[in-house]
């Protein structure tokens, strides 16, 4: 069993100011990834488990063109894909990135990894 840690930027708790007495009894954990268990959990009051793609976006940007949006999909085999922001960083920088390929239905991650020179260590 891992341990998960929640560290804070503050050097001391005051930093945060009072602690809310109603934060464990009004939380809801509804639909989050759990790492422990490489799964979603879901509130077994709460029926209704249909999430947006976004809750920030109305649609898929177009700058993602033919990539797979949104770009973590937590329920799926696949649970992450290209990042076109990480695709340009590592074009940028001479590294080979994990690109998604669309010939089959099936999403198939390709990976090249040239590790000399690194760049972040030359």
Known sequence: MRLHVVTSCADRASDWGPADPRVISTLIHHGNFDNVTNSVKWDSVITDHDLPNSLYLAQKPSFFGDLTWPWV??????????????????????????????????????????ISPNPFNP
């Open 73 to 114: 999909q937590p329920e799926g085999t696949n649970k992450l894909y290209s990042l076109p922001a990480r695709i340009r960083f590592d074009e940028a920088h001479g590294i080979a990135s994990m690109v998604e390929s669309h010939e089959s239905q099936a999403t198939v991650h390709e990976m090249q990894l040239d």
